[in-house]
């Protein structure tokens, strides 16, 4: 207030100054007294408003500068506050220190929107927003991996997408808005509700498990016990002996297929460290280059970066993809030009296709396979998949199969850093 008040005296007084001025002069021209000073005094009063407007203007202009540098978000203009007149000193202090308030609100505002962001990073379901005109304006890692999709920038490029999507029972979608001022902001939660009923259908496993290893092993362990004492009596003959070594033999067979179920009801939580996935890739491919050799198997690994680390379990993760190299040999069986890929990839999160170009999985087995003790092959016990699933559940990650059709396998597994 004190500096607009200095402001106002000022241009007064240069006001009072032209109008003396000019008014002397007219006078003595008037009263034909001074015919030349009086012409000089009107010169001087047209000097004075000349003054008078490039003072007005010089702080119309610097009024300016500082409501476009406000417009433009700059917050590095600087108006000087020494070597000026009294009346600019002022004025200059006062903008920086509006520019000033204006910074640490924009910061403030800048962490605060950063923090949301980041919290919206560690949710686990998919959430996009759209304002009015189509615009996406948010969108998290999670709804981009659900959608499988690169970073939109309209609405109208995801809407075949979740058309498609909400056909499917994989993924719940649900829709709201909200007002933000005079804007109407749709937000899209996206949830993978087949990871819910995963996560149900392995606890249930579990706990069948669970329950069948403790009354297999009660119940086979004394069995196998009983037969090795009675095959040792001197009196029995062996006919007898014969039957009870079949019943100690098959007695022990079940108990090694009972082991399959501790894999499963008994599978610690990973010891998660961090650890070179491109050096464990290219350790599994030497270790398997003489078996792909041996079948005339072409493995190749493609990483990108070239270099990529990840923290988790290392041995339990080895486990997975050896399992699923394994089967991918497997299904190569009795070709000669069978191949293998493995393609890494670490951006925002970590994924791992493995290729081959088998024979492929029939549409209605491949909901299956994932199943513990489900199996097509004439050997195994068939938990394979359904641990290495698991592994990669307890990582925070998915394994599915992208794609199996004759000539062409993906098992696809999306991981966090």
């Known amino acids: ?243 009870l070594r079949i019943i100690q033999a098959q007695s022990e067979r079940l108990l090694e297929f009972t082991e399959s179920f501790r894999h499963l009801s008994y599978l610690p939580q990973p010891e998660k460290k961090p650890f070179s996935l491109t050096a464990t890739l290219q350790n599994l491919q030497e270790l398997l280059s003489g078996d792909c050799k041996e079948n005339h198997i072409t493995f190749t690994l493609i990483c990108q970066p070239e270099s990529i680390d990840m923290n988790g379990d290392k041995n339990q993760l080895s486990q997975v993809l050896l399992n699923l190299l394994k089967n991918s040999m497997q299904a190569l069986e009795g070709r000669t030009d069978g191949t293998i890929s493995i393609h890494a990839q670490q951006d925002e999160r970590i994924s791992i296709d493995i290729i081959d170009n088998g024979s492929g999985i029939l549409p209605e087995l491949q909901e299956k396979i994932f199943i513990p003790f489900f199996t097509t092959k004439s050997e195994g016990t068939g938990i394979g998949l359904s641990l290495s699933k698991q592994i990669i559940r307890y990582h925070g990650g998915h394994l599915t199969i992208q794609e199996s059709q004759p000539g062409k396998t993906v098992f696809h597994i999306d991981m966090p850093q």
């Open 1 to 243: 207030m004190i500096f607009s008040r200095h402001i106002y005296w000022i241009i007064l007084l240069h006001i009072v100054l032209i109008l003396t001025t000019s008014g002397t002069g007219l006078w003595l021209i008037v009263s034909q007294r001074g015919f030349t000073i009086g012409t000089l005094l009107i010169i001087c009063s047209l000097f004075q408003i000349g003054g008078l407007v490039k003072k007005l203007n010089s702080f119309n202009q610097k009024l300016r500068l500082f409501f476009d540098a406000i417009e433009d978000k700059d917050n590095m203009l600087y108006f000087p506050e020494h070597n000026v007149s009294k009346e600019q000193e002022k004025l200059n202090r006062s903008l920086n220190r509006i520019n000033l308030l204006l910074s640490k609100t924009q910061s403030a505002y800048s962490k605060q929107e950063h923090f949301y962001r980041s919290l919206l990073e560690e949710v686990p379901s998919g959430v996009l927003a759209w304002d009015s005109s189509g615009k996406i304006i948010m969108a998290n890692s999670a709804a981009l991996s659900l959608l499988n999709c690169p970073q939109p920038s309209q609405y109208h490029q995801l809407e075949s997408l979740l058309q498609a999507q909400d056909k499917k029972s994989r993924l719940s979608l649900s829709q709201s808005q909200m007002k933000l001022q005079d804007e109407t902001i749709t937000i899209l939660s996206i949830k993978d509700i087949g990871d819910e009923l995963s996560d149900q259908e392995s606890e249930s496993w579990n706990k069948l498990s669970h329950v069948l290893t403790h009354e297999i092993m009660n119940t086979i362990a004394p069995i196998i016990s009983l037969s090795q004492t009675l095959s040792t009596y001197p009196d029995i003959n062996e006919k007898a002996i014969r039957g």
